[in-house]
T-cell receptor, first 114, second 108 residues
Framework: DADVTQTPRNRITKTGKRIMLECSQT?????MYWYRQDPGLGLRLIYY???????NKGEISDGYSVSRQAQAKFSLSLESAIPNQTALYFC?????????????FGSGTRLTVV | TQLLEQSPQFLSIQEGENLTVYCNSS?????LQWYRQEPGEGPVLLVT???GGEVKKLKRLTFQFGDARKDSSLHITAAQPGDTGLYLC????????WGAGTKLIIKP
């Protein structure tokens, strides 16, 4: 099994629908992140969590919310999806003992909003 | 505004050639990481450089951190089709600051 598992891998949804992307990890890391990737723009941070009770907005949090259900689970929700949220979404983890060294990424969720 | 500029954005070369990818910033980083991403997958960490002037080698890949810890380069010797992918650099401050990536294609 992968260290960081994202579900679903692909999703097509309609404008206005609520959608949840899920992430679970077996790394034992305390820090988890949600990024979106768009061609030419690189990875942009949506939300991050340093432990279960700590949730922080990233640079592009508008239109998104998150929930850290357990140390190993971090979900991302789009409350009312819009077409410009079409992108590749990645969950990542890191260990506070190594700071920002060595993020481990999931395989991504390709989301299309029509 | 991109805090980390990667160049070139796209590079297509023949197998066996050498190439260098650059990652530049006006900001100082505590460390700099290089990742490779293949289609349909997430980025995978290749190396972390921490000390100004540091050079690390990973088989045919050579990574260098600038003396002032503001820039880095990745040099690939005798590129092979298996090197094809998106190469991302990320500088560490409070959070990771990401470059937009260099898409590398190695033609057989």
């Amino acid at each position: 099994d992968a260290d960081v598992t994202q579900t679903p891998r692909n999703r097509i949804t309609k404008t206005g629908k609520r959608i949840m992307l899920e992430c679970s990890q077996t790394k034992g890391h305390d820090r988890m992140y949600w990024y979106r990737q768009d061609p030419g723009l690189g990875l942009r941070l949506i939300y991050y969590s340093f432990d279960v009770k700590d949730i922080n907005k990233g640079e592009i949090s508008d239109g998104y919310s998150v929930s850290r259900q357990a140390q190993a689970k971090f979900s991302l929700s789009l409350e009312s999806a819009i077409p410009n949220q079409t992108a590749l979404y990645f969950c990542a983890t890191s260990d506070r003992r190594t700071g920002t060294d060595g993020y481990t990424f999931g395989s991504g969720t390709r989301l299309t909003v029509v | 505004t991109q805090l980390l500029e990667q160049s070139p954005q796209f590079l297509s070369i023949q197998e066996g050639e050498n190439l260098t990818v650059y990652c530049n910033s006006s900001s100082v980083f505590s460390s700099l990481q290089w990742y490779r991403q293949e289609p349909g997958e997430g980025p995978v960490l290749l190396v972390t450089v921490v000390t100004g002037g540091e050079v690390k080698k990973l088989k045919r890949l050579t990574f260098q951190f600038g003396d002032a810890r503001k820039d880095s380069s990745l040099h690939i010797t005798a590129a092979q089709p298996g090197d094809t992918g998106l190469y991302l650099c990320a500088g560490a401050r409070y959070q990771l600051i990401w470059g937009a990536g260099t898409k590398l294609i190695i033609k057989p």
